[in-house]
């Protein structure tokens, strides 16, 4: 059983950074790809970005590519997900989520293929 744990988020004015973090525990790290997710007020969960078990793949939601970085450390069991120029409708609670690397890792915007969720964080951006 994989714990996720969020933090970072906050209160932003648009056009600035944060950086979220997400420690998992539990399991063994380099056996997941691991995703972040994030959901608006009165809006379905939606994919944001993704990397793979070992950190050498990335993906994004189009709205994100440039803006937002993932990474992973998985020296510290942790994955980072650092927003830069942010808008207001960034804001949400953002998830991270975490699946088995036996899973396809092109299936990551799926949220239905991921196993393991944390209780997100709040990312608000003001006008």
């Known amino acids: 059983q994989v714990q996720l744990v969020e933090s970072g988020g906050g209160l932003v004015q648009a056009g600035g950074s944060l950086r979220l973090s997400c420690v998992a525990s539990g399991g063994t790290f380099l056996g997941y790809h691991m995703g972040w997710f994030r959901q608006a007020p009165g809006k379905e969960r939606e994919f944001v970005a993704a990397?793979?078990?070992?950190?050498?793949?990335?993906s994004y939601e189009d709205s994100a590519k440039g803006r937002f970085t993932i990474s992973k450390d998985n020296g510290k069991n942790t994955v980072y997900l650092q927003m830069n120029s942010l808008k207001p409708e960034d804001t949400a609670v953002y998830y991270c989520?975490?699946?088995?690397?036996?899973?396809?890792?092109?299936?990551?915007?799926?949220?239905?293929?991921?196993?393991?969720w944390g209780q997100g964080t709040q990312v608000t951006v003001s006008s």
């Open positions: 989520a975490a699946r088995s690397r036996g899973r396809p890792y092109n299936d990551y915007a799926r949220l239905a293929s991921y196993d393991y």
């Open positions: 990397i793979n078990w070992s950190g050498g793949s990335t």
